[in-house]
């Protein structure tokens, strides 16, 4: 879910804007994928698609994406997040192993309870939308969808994440 290939953006928009700050202590647990752009390297999750972040004392981040397959049977994928430098962070690289490593930047996050979050990249050729619950109130939802539209992202594009 969170991996992503170097991109560039495009030259019509203005660059992908972050939340000002995050509190990575209060980022770590388990999210839910609510929705997301459909991608490649998730082509074979199907549902109950998952992501939980650790702090790890060497400073980066744990990273455990599970999903269940389309075969029935469950998906896990580890990796590790590390801050980019003076982003507050809010921008992280992302790598599941090899030299490869993909941006995860926090588009917008509920600052009071983080509750909700928005992933992006700064091509707009990612998008996930993560929850703590499994499900959103519709008018959260809405305000999400919003959000995302203004930051220049398709919301046509999105495809709701079943969870059990």
Known sequence: MLI???FSGCASRPPLNTVPSVDLTRYAGKWYEIAKYPNFFQRNCVGNTTAEY???PDGSIGVVNQSTGKNGKPMKADGTATV???SGNAKLKVS???????????I???????????????????LWILARDPKLPD???????SLVAASGYDTSRIVVTPQE
């Open 4 to 6: 992503s290939l170097l």
């Open 54 to 56: 650790s702090a790890r």
């Open 84 to 86: 980019v430098p003076g």
């Open 96 to 106: 599941f192993g090899g030299p490869i490593s993909g941006a995860y930047w926090v």
């Open 108 to 126: 917008a996050l509920d600052e009071k309870n983080y509750e909700w979050a928005v992933v992006g990249h700064p091509s707009r050729r990612f």
């Open 139 to 145: 008018a959260t939802y809405k305000k999400i969808l």
